[in-house]
């Protein structure tokens, strides 16, 4: 039978295309790999996939993508989407029970890997043998980028609440400006660069994140 892995990222096309990336890393190291991605929806506006995932499919055969069936969300007031992605993916195990059973007839699964918020489909894995493997989508760029801004607004903000709780837009540029000239702002800056450099030296040939894939898929022949 053909070898097979599982991707199942959350809805939102951010960690859609991180774990697409992810497949095509392993078909780099594996090129005769299947690789499968597992698609759910979910009550909000999480930004449209379509075109995306018809271009990869169209490009790379090797990739193959497994809408799950929409799933009904008992009556709730919550409008968090976080909360809500989480419920909903908790309620497709079923589905993820029925389509990695469907996979299986035709390829040997090799692993099933899930991003943050469908950790709730380990159980399934574990269920049905299935190694489970969990993987941070996110750019190492675009986290470090939050990081940085994170880190300056926790600065700027608290100089510029005046007492009765309003926040002047002008104030806040200045602030944040006044941080980003300053020799801590600087600091800031360079730690997110040299960070970013690792990252991106983790991922080129002979780095550490390669090595680690490549051993990953290695073990796989020995099963």
């Not at 690789?35 to 979910?42: N, S």
């Not at 608290?158 to 007492?163: C, I, L």
């Not at 702002?185 to 983790?202: D, H, N, P, T």
Request: charged share 20%; hydrophobic share 40%.
């Amino acid at each position: 039978m053909e070898e097979a892995i599982v991707l199942y990222p959350s809805p939102p096309i951010g960690h859609l295309i991180s774990m697409v990336e992810l497949g095509k890393l392993l078909l780099t190291q594996k090129p005769s790999l299947s690789i499968h991605i597992l698609i759910t929806t979910v009550p909000y506006d999480s930004g449209s996939t379509a075109p995306y995932i018809a271009n990869v499919a169209a490009t790379i055969p090797s990739i193959k993508f497994h809408h799950l069936p929409t799933v009904t969300l008992p009556s709730t007031k919550t409008t968090h989407h976080e909360e809500l992605a989480f419920e909903v993916l908790r309620l497709s195990n079923p589905h993820v029970r029925e389509e990695l059973l469907s996979i299986s007839k035709n390829y040997t699964i090799h692993g099933l890997v899930v991003d943050f918020f469908c950790c709730a489909a380990l159980s399934v894995a574990k269920e049905l043998n299935i190694p489970g493997y969990h993987f941070f989508t996110s750019g190492a760029e675009q986290r470090l980028n939050r990081i940085f801004l994170v880190e300056e607004m926790k600065l700027a903000l608290p100089m510029n609440e005046s007492d009765d709780g309003f926040v002047c837009s002008a104030e806040v540029e200045e602030r944040v400006l006044g941080l980003m000239e300053s020799e801590e702002g600087k600091l800031i800056r360079e730690r997110a660069i040299a960070m970013k450099i690792a990252a991106q030296a983790a991922l080129n040939e002979g780095g550490s994140s390669r090595v680690a894939l490549s051993q990953l898929v290695e073990s796989w022949k020995h099963k």
